[in-house]
């Protein structure tokens, strides 16, 4: 009865964030093994009672003003003990008295429902310390069952989990979003907040987690964290991607009701979610679906609201539209727009905008806004695209930084060489012969390629004229 559980507890015992408190419930469930199980219920509550201090005192070093005057209050009462010892003694069982209080009430480290787990077993550890007050001639006796329903209750309710866990987890999260040294990016984000509140989440702190966040973007409820909404996304990421289940759940049944009788404003935002988790759209109320539809296909650009526009091109129903919009911003706008959202819906459109580049300092930046952002993403016939337009625009061509370019292009899309060798040599003959006779300009693509086994530095040009200097206006002498 007892050996089928032996291993699930060991696994929780290790999972038991403070060292010391791992080592009192390790006592309990050894006591457990071996039938002592009065014994093992008392072990649990020392745990229990140890782990709290031990988590109040963790917060007072970090400057809980609550926390610091409930441990300047337990630290008087233990320096009394050689003076006074009656009253230590009398001053410490009132705060054991009150401990559970103060860690549901004041520190919110135990919800309503983890309090009365906690409340069975501080009073089953009374009857088995003191079996006086049971009654007369009667002797408390437990059960395996209710030992192990309190040592699991221990242990998942309170003594794996981080010292925050109700109010103060959330604003130590806004306080992390708000520092500049919060992660950038989202596998740096998903790793910060799992070890630092996913790990050992409750469930009802995932629930008031995700409410806090969508009300950030959706209400703009925390004004201190507009202009944070790229963070705020990240952490909805990470919080599905660890607690799938429970944020399906939650968003499910929060996101329709926070969307009831929204703004324009208010719905724009909303399109933020759609990059979270494409399944918001279909979260979201037909009347919510209907209103955003309209949205996009009226949208004029808006550099305060095309991050959140741009969204949609997450679901398919509602890409076209976006698409069609698209058309009518101007190249500065559609810089924007690509460099902030590559789909690839729009790679067509930004390789023809960079073969038209009227001269070398606009060829350089279309490539930064117009090609860069979607090479992780180009097939064969985007890069044969890039090339060809390179190899038709002397303003390319001949612009001072195409030569690193290039070469960066070749080495991030190495991988698609078999399709596109051909293509390569072209264009690297074509500068050769036009432009860099002595090839001493694009000797980082000559490089490069030749690593590849797809080109030979001292292969021998065709060109007899000397390349064109760049103006200072930007354009080869003669160029139209």
């Given at each position: 009865?007892?050996?089928?559980?032996?291993?699930d507890f060991e696994?929780?015992?290790?999972?038991?964030r403070?060292?010391?408190?791992r080592?009192?419930?390790?006592e309990?469930?050894?006591?457990?093994?071996?039938?002592?199980?009065?014994?093992?219920i008392?072990?649990?509550?020392?745990?229990?009672t140890y782990?709290?201090?031990?988590?109040?005192?963790?917060?007072?070093?970090?400057?809980?003003?609550?926390?610091?005057?409930?441990?300047?209050?337990?630290?008087?009462?233990i320096s009394?003990?050689?003076?006074?010892?009656?009253?230590?003694?009398?001053?410490?069982?009132?705060?054991?008295?009150?401990?559970?209080?103060a860690a549901?009430a004041?520190?919110?480290?135990?919800?309503?429902?983890?309090?009365?787990?906690?409340?069975?077993?501080?009073?089953?550890?009374h009857l088995?310390?003191?079996?006086a007050?049971?009654?007369?001639?009667?002797?408390f006796?437990?059960?395996?069952?209710?030992?192990?329903m309190?040592i699991?209750?221990?242990?998942s309710?309170?003594l794996q989990?981080?010292?925050?866990?109700?109010?103060?987890?959330l604003?130590?999260?806004?306080?992390?979003?708000?520092?500049?040294?919060?992660?950038?990016?989202?596998?740096t984000?998903?790793?910060f907040l799992?070890?630092?509140?996913l790990?050992h989440?409750?469930?009802?702190?995932?629930?008031?987690?995700l409410?806090?966040?969508?009300?950030?973007?959706v209400?703009?409820?925390?004004?201190?964290?507009?202009g944070k909404?790229e963070?705020?996304?990240m952490?909805?990421?990470?919080?599905?991607?660890?607690?799938?289940a429970?944020?399906?759940?939650?968003?499910?049944?929060?996101?329709?009701?926070?969307?009831?009788?929204?703004?324009?404003?208010?719905l724009?935002?909303?399109?933020?979610l759609l990059?979270?988790?494409?399944?918001?759209w279909?979260?979201?109320?037909k009347?919510?679906q209907i209103?955003?539809?309209?949205?996009v296909?009226?949208?004029t650009?808006?550099?305060?609201?095309?991050?959140?526009?741009?969204?949609?091109?997450?679901?398919?129903?509602?890409?076209?539209?976006?698409?069609?919009?698209?058309?009518?911003?101007?190249d500065?706008?559609?810089?924007?727009?690509?460099?902030r959202?590559?789909?690839a819906?729009?790679m067509?459109?930004?390789?023809?905008h960079?073969a038209?580049?009227g001269s070398f300092?606009v060829?350089?930046e279309?490539?930064?806004?117009?090609?860069r952002?979607?090479?992780?993403?180009?097939r064969?016939d985007?890069i044969?695209a890039?090339?060809?337009?390179?190899?038709?625009?002397?303003?390319?061509?001949?612009?001072?930084?195409?030569r690193?370019?290039?070469?960066d292009?070749?080495?991030?899309?190495i991988?698609?060489l078999?399709d596109?060798?051909?293509?390569?040599?072209?264009?690297?003959?074509?500068?050769?012969?036009?432009?860099d006779?002595?090839?001493?300009?694009?000797t980082?693509l000559?490089r490069r390629?030749?690593e590849a086994?797809?080109?030979?530095?001292?292969?021998p040009?065709?060109?007899?004229?000397?390349?064109?200097?760049?103006?200072?206006?930007?354009?080869?002498?003669g160029a139209?």
């Amino acid at each position: 009865m007892l050996g089928g559980n032996l291993a699930d507890f060991e696994e929780l015992v290790l999972s038991v964030r403070d060292h010391n408190s791992r080592e009192y419930i390790g006592e309990a469930t050894a006591n457990y093994r071996s039938r002592c199980f009065r014994s093992a219920i008392s072990a649990t509550w020392v745990a229990v009672t140890y782990d709290i201090i031990s988590k109040i005192r963790e917060l007072s070093l970090q400057g809980d003003g609550q926390a610091r005057v409930f441990i300047e209050r337990v630290d008087r009462a233990i320096s009394l003990r050689v003076a006074n010892p009656a009253e230590s003694k009398k001053q410490l069982q009132a705060i054991e008295g009150e401990l559970l209080t103060a860690a549901h009430a004041a520190f919110e480290f135990l919800t309503d429902h983890e309090l009365r787990d906690m409340e069975r077993l501080r009073d089953d550890r009374h009857l088995c310390a003191h079996p006086a007050f049971a009654g007369e001639d009667y002797l408390f006796q437990s059960t395996p069952e209710l030992v192990r329903m309190h040592i699991v209750h221990a242990i998942s309710n309170l003594l794996q989990h981080p010292p925050i866990q109700g109010k103060s987890a959330l604003q130590r999260l806004k306080n992390d979003l708000l520092r500049p040294s919060f992660p950038t990016t989202q596998t740096t984000v998903s790793e910060f907040l799992d070890e630092r509140y996913l790990k050992h989440i409750k469930l009802g702190l995932i629930d008031s987690l995700l409410t806090v966040l969508l009300k950030v973007i959706v209400k703009q409820s925390e004004p201190d964290l507009i202009g944070k909404e790229e963070a705020v996304i990240m952490s909805l990421i990470a919080v599905q991607r660890r607690h799938a289940a429970p944020f399906a759940e939650r968003m499910r049944h929060e996101l329709p009701r926070l969307c009831d009788g929204c703004t324009d404003d208010d719905l724009i935002r909303v399109m933020r979610l759609l990059r979270a988790d494409r399944r918001c759209w279909s979260w979201l109320g037909k009347a919510s679906q209907i209103r955003i539809t309209e949205i996009v296909r009226g949208y004029t650009f808006g550099a305060t609201t095309i991050d959140a526009v741009s969204s949609c091109l997450e679901i398919d129903e509602l890409r076209p539209l976006f698409s069609t919009r698209a058309t009518s911003f101007s190249d500065k706008q559609k810089q924007v727009l690509y460099t902030r959202n590559p789909n690839a819906i729009f790679m067509e459109d930004a390789i023809k905008h960079y073969a038209e580049a009227g001269s070398f300092r606009v060829a350089e930046e279309l490539f930064e806004t117009m090609i860069r952002p979607f090479i992780s993403a180009y097939r064969a016939d985007n890069i044969k695209a890039v090339l060809h337009a390179a190899m038709a625009n002397s303003q390319i061509y001949c612009a001072s930084e195409t030569r690193v370019q290039m070469a960066d292009l070749f080495e991030r899309t190495i991988d698609l060489l078999p399709d596109t060798m051909p293509d390569w040599q072209a264009f690297l003959t074509h500068v050769l012969d036009r432009y860099d006779t002595e090839g001493r300009i694009y000797t980082e693509l000559q490089r490069r390629m030749t690593e590849a086994g797809i080109w030979h530095i001292s292969a021998p040009s065709s060109a007899t004229t000397p390349p064109p200097a760049e103006s200072e206006g930007g354009r080869t002498p003669g160029a139209s």
